[in-house]
């Protein structure tokens, strides 16, 4: 963050100072007391478990210069506001307008959010300093704390924007305006709060609205709800996919023995040969939307494609791949689920493991609303004809999926339902042999990290390869 008295942060959030106006605040900004450093602004922020306030002298003691409240509080200076959580937005929205250099990237979609972003951050850097967040900083506190990194260097400033109703994104837009606007694509997640895909789109366009003329949308040009967002904008519209029409596009696409995809990069500007680290063949999109938005951002070809194809996954739990020692495969994407990024990592796991034994820990796919149980018996089905030798799923909420691997009457494999991470530990620990591989996925509040980590203690990574 950009230093600033404490009388400009009051005027920033429409605040009261209390203490020495003149104290300079310099960052960083943060919500936790534990992370604060020197000159940092402790933000007291009220949740469902504890009430931020409390910290507030622990965090000045640890040498905060300063803490936005909503009430005062005793042991040094502070700015007194009606909702802490809104002034964190303007204290975002009014940095980043004393940041006239600062280019603004945002990202949404229903899936592949972070990668995308992880993507597009990864390419930036090599045309200037680059501010992005960790994971899934994308709601209306990760999202301001993001932009509150930014200082009078940072050139790029890629964002991912979430929504779990209509609005979230035009306020998320409102703090940080966007200069290329990103938008992946439609599913399922969270159709149980936006009622129909065509709910989700709604929110969805807010970001292409939020972008002015002089910016550029990056629409998916085989998503057809996606596509029909062009005419939410004033902006350009530069289309990605794997269509003719899709000014940037993969052609030539396979994936190799791992389930990395190798593709040819094709932009107005000429092509490049692409080996992607990542896996998945729906990586691919993921590249592709990327490559439009650095495209937008003025990153030549050859520097698109070098980026490309020497990125690897950057935020955790997200199709990491691990080889044990006994050969074991173990692909972690466990950070959270839907039903079309099941199936794709299904897929993964079903192309990497031609030859090989492949088994499946699922967990609950959240917030599907009335469509959950259906969904849920879809994922079992296409795990049961995917070929998998087994099927385990974690939690009630996921039984549905058992039910559905059951009504594959070609299938030949086992299916076992468990009410905890430990016993699916223990099932899967039974029948696991040497070089078998195994997908662990579901929704954050399925907790399926602790499987894989389980399993990587039981078996040391091999020597020199490890993570691949």
């Not at 020495?20 to 604060?36: C, H, N, Q």
């Not at 004033?234 to 696409?253: M, N, S, W």
């Not at 194809?309 to 972690?332: C, H, I, K, Q």
Request: hydrophobic share 45%; net charge negative.
């Amino acid at each position: 963050m950009i230093p600033l008295p404490l009388a400009a942060v009051a005027e920033t959030t429409g605040g009261v100072a209390h203490g020495d106006p003149a104290t300079v605040v310099a960052g960083p900004v943060v919500i936790d007391s534990r992370a604060v450093e020197p000159g940092a602004l402790f933000v007291a922020l009220r949740g469902e478990r504890a009430d931020g306030h409390d910290f507030a002298p622990a965090a000045l003691a640890a040498g905060a210069a300063a803490v936005l409240a909503e009430r005062p509080v005793e042991g040094g200076p502070s700015v007194v506001v009606p909702d802490a959580q809104e002034a964190l937005g303007r204290l975002a929205r009014g940095v980043l307008a004393r940041l006239p250099d600062a280019r603004v990237v945002a990202v949404t979609g229903s899936a592949g959010k972070t990668s995308t972003k992880d993507l597009i951050a990864h390419l930036l850097e090599r045309s200037g300093p680059t501010v992005w967040p960790p994971g899934s900083f994308n709601n209306e506190i990760g999202l301001p704390l993001t932009v509150l990194r930014a200082d009078a260097a940072t050139r790029h400033l890629v964002l991912e924007m979430g929504a779990r109703g209509v609005g979230h994104i035009a306020y998320l837009a409102g703090i940080a305006p966007p200069h290329v606007g990103v938008v992946l694509n439609v599913g399922t997640a969270h159709l149980g709060e936006f009622g129909s895909p065509e709910g989700i789109a709604r929110a969805k366009g807010e970001l292409p609205e939020a972008v002015g003329p002089d910016g550029t949308v990056v629409l998916n040009a085989d998503d057809p709800l996606v596509r029909g967002m062009a005419a939410r904008t004033k902006a350009p519209i530069v289309l990605f996919g794997r269509g003719p029409d899709a000014e940037v596009r993969a052609v030539d696409e396979r994936l190799d023995d791992a389930g990395r995809p190798v593709f040819t990069l094709v932009t107005p500007e000429g092509s490049a040969p692409v080996a992607l680290r990542l896996h998945g063949a729906h990586a691919v999109l993921n590249a592709l939307a990327a490559a439009a938005a650095a495209r937008a951002s003025g990153v030549g070809l050859a520097d698109i494609a070098a980026g490309l194809a020497d990125a690897v996954p950057a935020s955790r739990w997200r199709m990491e791949v691990t080889e044990r020692a006994d050969g074991v495969t173990v692909v972690n994407d466990a950070y959270n689920a839907n039903p079309d990024s099941t199936r794709s990592a299904v897929d993964v796991v079903r192309h990497m493991a031609r030859g090989r034994r492949a088994f499946a820990v699922l967990g609950e796919m959240a917030e599907l609303g009335d469509s959950s149980v259906a969904e849920h018996a879809k994922i079992g089905q296409h795990v049961a004809r995917s070929g998998f030798d087994g099927l385990i799923t974690v939690g009630g909420a996921a039984s549905a999926m058992a039910e559905g691997a059951g009504q594959v009457a070609s299938w030949t494999g086992e299916c076992v339902q468990v009410d905890d991470v430990g016993t699916a530990v223990t099932v899967l620990s039974e029948r696991l042999r040497p070089r078998d591989v195994v997908l662990v996925k579901g929704s954050r509040v399925a907790g399926l990290e602790r499987v894989a980590e389980a399993l990587l203690a039981d078996g040391r990574p091999a020597a020199g390869g490890g993570r691949r």
